[in-house]
């Protein structure tokens, strides 16, 4: 579980964020990691996302891939095997992960289709095995070792690493790779779960990584978890290089949260400087870059502006940023920064940038107020896996790249934004029975 708080380190706090804080604590103490809430498009069994499973797959446990820079601890647990300190390289690792606890298979696919649970299945990292060293900032001169922008690559763990993403892409239905960039103040073991719940929904096609940067998972650590961000972006982007380079994949696809968007944008902002002499649609071939969603990114607006100008949005096929009107996360960070979040309220955009937003062609701006006013929490900065509305159009968007106007959702702010209308279960739940009938077809993914 993402734990979003957004007090810094070394900062007086008025009474409101002292209570804010105080709150947080209490939530955040003895929390067991449990599966995210059923999407509405998926409630009794509509849309089943299970159906393509081979028999071998239906388990409670399964692996997903990671890439991460935190240095590694020296213990071996699993939950303990990196630490939150940033590390001088990037290193590659297979996470298991059991959903389910003591149920069986049945049981995990009832549950994870019901509205109101009978258990909720909880979420649990049991084993994580180590590749090695994928790439370094440090000089080296080891022979097993390419060259690529920013540094070395260790070219026998790549091999290895691309081989087992390889196979696994020969395997699945969908060619693509999904890969989640976790927010602040993030454990390492609930960005693992939390990677692997919404894999979990995507009918665990595909090929699903999490990119672990180093948070130091403290409530008072906000900005060196900022720091952090910022200096792991190199190190993103030379990963995204690798995947392009090395993989069969077919797109990538990109999930951000909160502190991780901007690590996304600016990795994105280095691969289009790099490739700035080159034509766009020959750079969006090459990087293979899918869908690329931002959601309640906690960014300074103008940043992202500034990303914009230097063109990161030509990489992706499609630009994905989620909004809320009442995600009090970025209020406080608002606060802090004396600036507007990229994530945050409509009132802090300027009638410039809403009449850019319309006229964008390749960027949707989605408002998810509507359905939070019906599922939000007291924070409302979660709600990509805690909103079953907002988690619907998020996996439908992955899964199968639908448009906006086609996910069931209507134009907002005078046509500058999507919204989630009030009839939008049913909408959604007719349209993602739809797109199930359709991958039946062998060729659909491939």
Not at 250 to 268: F, K, T
Not at 339 to 347: I, K, M, Q, V
Not at 402 to 414: E, I, Q
Request: net charge negative; aromatic share 8%; hydrophobic share 40%.
């Amino acid at each position: 579980m993402t734990r979003p708080s957004i007090t810094p380190s070394g900062t007086s706090l008025p009474s409101s964020m002292a209570m804010f804080t105080a709150a947080a604590l209490l939530l955040a103490a003895g929390c067991q990691q449990t599966l995210m809430p059923t999407p509405v498009a998926f409630y009794d069994e509509n849309a089943n996302p299970f159906v393509h499973l081979n028999e071998s797959d239906e388990r409670t446990d399964y692996d997903i891939f990671l890439f991460t820079d935190r240095k590694p601890s020296g213990m071996n647990t699993p939950a303990t095997y990196y630490s939150n300190d940033r590390a001088l390289g990037g290193r590659l690792a297979t996470a298991t992960v059991e959903i389910g606890g003591r149920m069986g298979w049945d049981e995990l696919r009832l549950e994870s289709l019901r509205e109101r649970r009978h258990r909720n299945p909880t979420v649990t990292l049991v084993n994580l095995e180590e590749l090695g060293v994928l790439m370094t900032n440090e000089p080296t001169n080891l022979a097993d070792t390419m060259h690529a922008p920013g540094g070395a690559v260790h070219q026998s763990t790549g091999e290895r690493f691309a081989a087992q993403v390889n196979t696994k892409l020969s395997k699945t239905q969908v060619k693509d790779i999904y890969i989640f960039v976790h927010g602040f103040n993030t454990r390492f073991e609930d960005n693992i779960g939390l990677a692997a719940e919404l894999h979990h929904y995507l009918g665990r096609e595909g090929i699903f990584m999490t990119y672990a940067w180093p948070s130091r998972d403290s409530l008072f650590a906000y900005e060196a978890d900022k720091a952090n961000a910022r200096y792991s972006t190199l190190m993103f982007r030379r990963f995204l290089m690798f995947l392009s380079a090395s993989t069969d994949a077919n797109r990538i696809h990109i999930l951000a949260h909160s502190a991780g968007a901007p690590i996304a944008v600016q990795a994105l902002r280095q691969l289009r400087l790099i490739h700035s002499t080159e034509d766009v649609a020959a750079v969006k071939a090459s990087c293979r870059i899918g869908q690329c969603v931002l959601v309640a990114g906690d960014m300074d607006l103008l940043e992202f502006q500034n990303a914009k100008l230097d063109g990161f949005h030509e990489i992706p096929e499609r630009l994905t940023v989620y909004i809320s009107t009442s995600d009090m996360a970025l209020d406080f960070s608002s606060m802090i920064y004396k600036a507007a979040r990229l994530g945050g309220p409509l009132a802090a955009l300027s009638p410039q940038h809403l009449e850019k937003i319309r006229s964008e062609v390749d960027i949707d701006v989605i408002d998810v107020s509507a359905a939070e006013q019906k599922h939000g929490s007291w924070l409302g900065h979660s709600y990509f896996h805690d909103d079953p509305w907002v988690s619907s159009d998020l996996l439908l968007l992955l899964r199968f790249g639908v448009p906006a106007t086609d996910r069931g959702l209507a134009r907002g702010h005078s046509g500058a934004m999507w919204v989630f209308p009030k009839d939008y279960p049913t909408r959604v739940r007719a349209i993602a029975a739809a797109l199930a009938e359709k991958t039946k077809a062998p060729e659909v993914g491939k």
